[in-house]
Nanobody
C-alpha cells in the first residue's frame, strides 16, 4: 500500500505559475500510474492529467493542455504537476492519485490511492 503526501499549491494571480508535488511512501512510485484530479466547490472531482509508469505516456484534460505538465521522478518517488498560465477557473482542491492498472484512466474510481489534497486559488 502506498501513502501519498502532497505539497505545493497556494494563492497566485491570473497568469501565474505553481508546482504541485506528490511524494509516495510505503511502496515504489514506479509501481503505479499516477494522476492528478481537481475538485472545485460544489462540483465533482475532475481529471486533470495522468502519467505512465516510465513517464513515456501522458494524458491531459482539454482544459489544461498546453498549460499544465505532469512529470515524475521515480528515483525520488515523486510526481509533479507544473501549472502555468493559471486562470481563475483553475481554482480547486487538487489531488494526486495512484493506479495499479495499465491504462491512463480519467475516472476517479479507477484510482486506488489518493493524496490529502491541496488548495490552489487563482485570483482575477
Amino acid at each position: 500500500q502506498v501513502h501519498l503526501v502532497q505539497s505545493g499549491g497556494g494563492l497566485v494571480e491570473t497568469g501565474g505559475s505553481l508546482r504541485l508535488s506528490c511524494a509516495a511512501a510505503g511502496d515504489r512510485l514506479s509501481n503505479y500510474i499516477m494522476g492528478w484530479f481537481r475538485q472545485a466547490p460544489g462540483k465533482e472531482r475532475d481529471f486533470v492529467a495522468a502519467v505512465g509508469r516510465s513517464a513515456s505516456a501522458t494524458r491531459y484534460a482539454d482544459s489544461v493542455k498546453g498549460r499544465f505538465t505532469i512529470s515524475r521522478d521515480n528515483a525520488k518517488n515523486t510526481v509533479y504537476l507544473e501549472m502555468n498560465s493559471l486562470k481563475p477557473e483553475d481554482t480547486a482542491v487538487y489531488y494526486c492519485a495512484a493506479d495499479l492498472g495499465h491504462i491512463l484512466e480519467i475516472v476517479t474510481t479507477r484510482y486506488d490511492y489518493w493524496g490529502q489534497g491541496t488548495q490552489v486559488t487563482v485570483s482575477s
